[in-house]
């Protein structure tokens, strides 16, 4: 392919310019953030970085949590993956998969006081645009058995 001697050759590739890294833009936005009772619980901006290969996540509750996830497409392996971090220290890190408006990320097998379990975080993209964020404890049988959070992101 020739280049243009108009437009540099770093803008003229774009390497996470794919159909794959663009499965979890339905998230990328400036939200408030709803508890399933309608209470505000916080705000989180979502943006890329990087020329696309990053999503990155910038989360303020409304009672002082705050934390940060960067979120990324892995063309290695097809899978999307997230390290989160938190105010108090929390790191989670996450590895999972886009499949119909949803996007689904799950931790690796962790000991718990009640025996071992998974994280899994679910986006959903729902038709009024908002999207809808449920993070379940899994059991070892991959069985769900505590809901952690469930967020409503409206758009600001």
């Known amino acids: 392919m020739a280049l243009s001697q108009d437009v540099p050759e770093f803008q003229q590739d774009c390497a996470c310019c794919t159909e794959h890294h663009a499965e979890f833009d339905f998230w990328i936005g400036e ?22 290969c990053i999503i990155a996540e910038n989360w ?8 940060k996830s960067f979120n990324y497409y892995d063309k290695k392996d097809g899978s999307w993956n997230q390290l989160w971090i938190s105010n108090t220290g929390n790191i989670l890190k996450l590895k999972g998969y886009a499949q119909d408006n949803k996007m ?24 009024d645009g908002s999207v809808t964020q449920l993070w379940q404890i899994l059991n ?17």
Do not use: C, M
Not at 31 to 52: A, P, R, T, Y
Not at 104 to 127: A, D, M, V
């Open 31 to 52: 939200w408030e953030v709803f508890n399933i009772s309608g209470e505000k619980i916080g705000e989180n901006k979502v943006n890329q970085l990087e020329d696309h």
């Open 60 to 67: 303020k509750g409304t009672k002082g949590g705050s934390g």
């Open 104 to 127: 689904i990320l799950t931790s690796e097998l962790q000991p718990g006081e009640n025996g071992q379990f998974y994280n899994q975080i679910t986006w959903t993209k729902n038709s």
């Open 140 to 156: 070892k049988e991959n069985e769900p058995v505590q809901t952690a959070f469930e967020g409503i992101y409206r758009k600001k």
